[in-house]
């Protein structure tokens, strides 16, 4: 059983749509990351929310942590191509477990041209 | 490029065979964590060591080992393999402990147990 629920699993769109992943648990998190992978590659940090409530804004992409530092959403705006590849949520604590990296399934997105 | 290496990058060995995977973090960072990656599983945190000083640890089995060394480099020691084993590993490398330090990936051992 996964501790962080991503959703969708699969996501395929056209190019200039925009697209929400959901990233659900009912554990509470010290701070919250979202990471994008290609193929054969390591994942690369997008971003790190540490507050409830945070929104923060990079380009596109829009992230969320929810108010009980609980669950996270990422909001692409106008995808594009570049966009593709495998999205993962990653927890980090509960203050408990300090350290301790929970990672969701992750969702595959897929911008078509 | 990360900045974190891992060799190496590719690995096939047979079951009940030991294997050893190496890590070597950006420069200046303290703290590494191993990973495994299966198509099943996801990404699953195996154990992280905090200069030379084991911090945390997730879902190890015990036929599975870690260190890191004086020179911050480290070593995840795989015994007694079997064909579930069959994953990509994957150290990353953060400059502290704080849970706003970036994580940096490396690109992975993939090891085949056949």
Redesign the interface.
């Given at each position: 059983t996964?501790l962080l629920e991503q959703s969708p699993q699969f996501l395929s769109i056209q190019e200039g749509e925009n697209l929400t992943v959901y990233c659900n648990s009912s554990s509470v998190f010290?701070?919250l990351?979202w990471y994008r992978q290609e193929p054969?590659?390591?994942?690369?940090?997008l971003v790190?929310v540490?507050t409830g409530g945070e929104v923060k804004k990079l380009k596109r992409l829009t992230f969320q942590f929810g108010d009980a530092r609980k669950d996270s959403s990422l909001h692409i705006t106008a995808a594009q191509p570049g966009d593709t590849g495998l999205y993962?949520c990653?927890g980090?604590?509960p203050p408990s477990?300090?350290?301790?990296?929970?990672?969701?399934?992750?969702t595959k997105l897929n911008v078509k041209p | 490029d990360?900045g974190?290496t891992q060799t190496p990058k590719h690995l096939i060995t047979a079951t009940g065979q030991r294997v050893t995977l190496r890590c070597s973090p950006r420069s200046g960072d303290l703290?590494v964590?191993w990973?495994q990656q299966s198509l099943d599983q996801?990404?699953?945190?195996l154990i992280?060591y905090?200069n030379g000083e084991e911090?945390?640890k997730?879902n190890i089995l015990e036929r599975f080992s870690a260190q890191q060394f004086p020179d911050l480099h480290s070593e995840l020691n795989l015994s007694s393999l079997e064909l579930g084993d069959s994953a990509l590993y994957?150290c990353?490398s953060k400059s502290g402990?704080s849970?706003?330090d970036?994580?940096?990936?490396?690109?992975?051992t993939r090891l085949t147990v056949l």
């Amino acid at each position: 059983t996964q501790l962080l629920e991503q959703s969708p699993q699969f996501l395929s769109i056209q190019e200039g749509e925009n697209l929400t992943v959901y990233c659900n648990s009912s554990s509470v998190f010290s701070s919250l990351q979202w990471y994008r992978q290609e193929p054969g590659e390591g994942p690369v940090l997008l971003v790190t929310v540490v507050t409830g409530g945070e929104v923060k804004k990079l380009k596109r992409l829009t992230f969320q942590f929810g108010d009980a530092r609980k669950d996270s959403s990422l909001h692409i705006t106008a995808a594009q191509p570049g966009d593709t590849g495998l999205y993962l949520c990653a927890g980090e604590g509960p203050p408990s477990n300090f350290n301790k990296f929970y990672f969701g399934s992750g969702t595959k997105l897929n911008v078509k041209p | 490029d990360s900045g974190v290496t891992q060799t190496p990058k590719h690995l096939i060995t047979a079951t009940g065979q030991r294997v050893t995977l190496r890590c070597s973090p950006r420069s200046g960072d303290l703290s590494v964590y191993w990973y495994q990656q299966s198509l099943d599983q996801g990404l699953q945190f195996l154990i992280q060591y905090y200069n030379g000083e084991e911090r945390a640890k997730g879902n190890i089995l015990e036929r599975f080992s870690a260190q890191q060394f004086p020179d911050l480099h480290s070593e995840l020691n795989l015994s007694s393999l079997e064909l579930g084993d069959s994953a990509l590993y994957f150290c990353a490398s953060k400059s502290g402990s704080s849970g706003t330090d970036t994580q940096y990936f490396g690109p992975g051992t993939r090891l085949t147990v056949l």
